[in-house]
């Protein structure tokens, strides 16, 4: 390897290190609808977001008393990896069951 790519000053290694972020996490948001049993929501919360069935009740109660509520943050890819989970699988049970994302 040339010199010419760690030349002193430069710091190759650093300035990589440097540039490194972690990446942007978002919230994924399911939101309330007249139609969804809350059944089928405790049932995607433990099944897609790996809820226990404690916390899936909490969170269901929170999409059917507010409006929505927060099913977990992840990375971008991930979080829409399970909304199309989430809308497949509510879609294949005649739903209309609703998330989105929003930044963290």
Do not use: W
Not at 22 to 45: G, I, Q, S
């Amino acid at each position: 390897m040339s010199d010419q790519f760690a030349s002193p000053g430069t710091g190759l290694a650093s300035d990589v290190e440097d540039e490194v972020k972690p990446p942007k996490l978002y919230r994924v948001l399911m939101h309330n609808d007249d139609y969804t049993t809350m059944e089928f929501v405790v049932a995607v919360l433990v099944s897609v977001f790996r809820k226990t069935a404690e916390e899936a009740v909490e969170i269901m109660l929170n999409v059917h008393q507010r409006g929505a509520g927060v099913c977990g943050v992840y990375t971008a890819s991930i979080a829409e990896t399970k909304m199309e989970t989430v809308h497949s699988r509510a879609k294949d049970h005649g739903f209309p069951l609703r998330c989105s994302m929003e930044p963290e």
